[in-house]
């Protein structure tokens, strides 16, 4: 049995509740809220761990949530700790103060292709500031207000990506990866839904918006941040309109974007333009790997529902027929009950880095 005794920064909120967040079991498996700490008479915090005398592994403590683990007092990201089984003392830990997050904010984006400013968000992986001659591949994510930040998201709702990416980088199962969340505008149906030639035309402004990204955000994201540049390393990704965008992207620039994740694409979008003119230039397709998926419960109705999920699966379907071989070069995946919101495509989040970036 080791005791840990914390003591905390007077900082800390009233009422939180403080956390340790480590390796394996005993710690946790690096989940924010791995092994509650109980409040002591003196202020500090403590628990009693039963683990094996040959256990060795590392931990930090937080407030809850990644976005509030302790850090190094100057606002930098602070190395785990130790901790051994066979320790004969209490183990003693002086909390300096509680990290900000590490999503940067960049306003107002400005661009000479679409109409809007809009903000990028930009988070970094535990291990950026650390190997400061490390680079990271890079994840480009639509509707990026939707998430990290319950202030911002739909319906209060954030995807919670920077949470669930944190605890499985932290884990060892998959590759460190800078997330890039491109906010939406007003103009959301028209930057992301590609229309067929015809008077539709004059509202679409997809093509804008991919040279929007390709020639303006992206080489902002290589200049201002260390990243890994080629398409094997580069994906763009998202849900419902967003991940219609995405398949486009991926399919006007291959030697842009080799990785795409398109959760309940709209696929019903201008007559089901994409289904109908994937066979037009197919051969994106050779150089991506691609995360499809849809809920069983998309729609308001069961019959909207099915349609839904026959549009996808004959999208799986096609992508089986150029080539691709399901598992290794897509994963289609369908979600029993999961409806058309944040928190589902939130909860599916994980699998999709796994799928790109696992480590065996």
Request: charge should be neutral.
């Amino acid at each position: 049995m080791v005791q840990v005794i914390v003591h905390v920064p007077p900082t800390t909120p009233e009422g939180r509740g403080v956390f340790l967040a480590g390796e394996g079991p005993y710690l946790g498996d690096w989940s924010a809220q791995g092994v509650p700490l109980a409040r002591q008479a003196d202020g500090t915090y403590g628990a009693e761990l039963a683990i094996p005398e040959d256990f060795r592994g590392q931990f930090l403590v937080t407030l809850g949530r990644w976005r509030e683990v302790e850090c190094d007092g100057d606002g930098r990201e602070r190395l785990p700790r130790v901790i051994r089984g066979n320790l004969r003392q209490p183990l003693e830990v002086v909390v300096a103060a509680w990290g900000p997050t590490r999503c940067v904010y960049h306003d107002d984006f400005p661009s000479q292709f679409v109409r809007q400013r809009r903000r990028l968000i930009v988070w970094l992986p535990p291990g950026y500031a650390a190997e400061p001659q490390r680079r990271f591949p890079v994840f480009y994510l639509h509707d990026g207000q939707n998430l990290f930040d319950a202030a911002t998201a739909f319906a209060g709702i954030p995807w919670g990506v920077d949470e669930s990416s944190e605890q499985l980088i932290r884990a060892g199962r998959v590759e460190p990866v800078i997330l890039v969340g491109i906010s939406n505008t007003p103009d959301r149906l028209n930057e992301y839904g590609p229309r067929r030639c015809g008077s539709g035309r004059r509202d679409d402004f997809s093509r804008d918006y991919g040279r929007f990204v390709v020639e303006e955000v992206k080489p902002f994201i290589d200049t201002h941040y260390r990243t890994l540049r080629e398409p094997e390393q580069t994906a763009v990704g998202g849900a419902s309109m967003g991940g219609l965008i995405a398949l486009h992207l991926c399919q006007w620039y291959p030697k842009v974007f080799g990785m795409c994740m398109a959760m309940s694409p709209s696929l019903w979008w201008d007559r089901e333009y994409l289904l109908r003119t994937l066979w037009v230039w197919p051969h994106w397709l050779q150089r991506c790997r691609i995360w499809l998926d849809v809920g069983t419960q998309e729609n308001a109705t069961p019959v909207a529902s099915q349609w839904t999920v026959r549009r996808t699966r004959r999208l799986a379907r096609l992508l089986a027929q150029y080539g691709l071989t399901e598992g290794q070069h897509f994963r289609y995946v369908e979600v029993p009950g999961a409806g058309h919101h944040e928190a589902a495509w939130g909860a599916r989040f994980p699998q999709v880095l796994s799928f790109f970036w696992g480590r065996t």
